[in-house]
């Protein structure tokens, strides 16, 4: 599975990024897909995942009710909607896809990786 993140850009504190990640070379519908992101000189993180199933979503604190994750399985692709952007959150976001339908936000248990996107969050 290959996967293509695309969305980033440069936009000021309070403002709003859509960021996609199409997949292809094989379905993601069935699996959990979710986001990681890497500031400069840190660890790549957890953000956000969906389940196979679309029925459960996780997101980590410093996100919770800013960022929407999302998935269109008919489009082969999936979303994370992030508002009320700050300054921290200023990251390479990364999407990724397991081969199993439920949750994880270790990033040693997500299978495939696309490009990172960059996101820069001005004061």
């Known amino acids: 599975v290959q996967l293509q993140a695309s969305g980033g850009g440069l936009v000021q504190a309070g403002g709003s990024l859509r960021l996609s990640c199409a997949a292809s070379g094989r379905t993601i519908s069935g699996y959990a897909v979710g986001w990681f992101r890497q500031a400069p000189g840190k660890e790549r993180d957890f953000v956000a995942a969906i389940s196979g199933t679309n029925a459960s979503t996780w997101y980590a604190d410093s996100v919770k009710n800013r960022f929407t994750i999302s998935r269109d399985d008919a489009k082969n692709t999936f979303y994370l909607q992030m508002n009320n952007l700050k300054p921290e959150d200023t990251a390479d976001y990364y999407c990724?896809?397991?081969?199993?339908?439920?949750?994880?936000?270790?990033?040693?248990?997500?299978?495939?990786w696309g490009q990172g996107t960059q996101v820069t969050v001005s004061s």
């Open positions: 990724a896809g397991r081969n199993r339908w439920f949750i994880a936000t270790r990033r040693d248990l997500y299978d495939y």
